[in-house]
């Protein structure tokens, strides 16, 4: 019988990456975009996500 898993792995990125997340939700905070457009947009700038799904006889 087949199961089905899904594993989602969060890991930081590189350091050029970081600062580049953080002057991205900055510079739109000094705009005034909304924070909550601005946030998720640099944490996906920032974060390493990646999503994989498996499936393993048992």
Known sequence: MPRFG???D???RDLP?????VAVAG???WTGVPAEV???VA???VLD???RRSRRRI
């Open 6 to 8: 899904l594993t989602i």
């Open 49 to 51: 996500i990646r999503i």
């Open 10 to 12: 969060v890991w930081p």
């Open 17 to 21: 990456f970081s600062l580049l997340g």
């Open 27 to 29: 510079y739109a905070h």
């Open 38 to 40: 601005a946030d998720p």
């Open 43 to 45: 944490l996906l700038i």
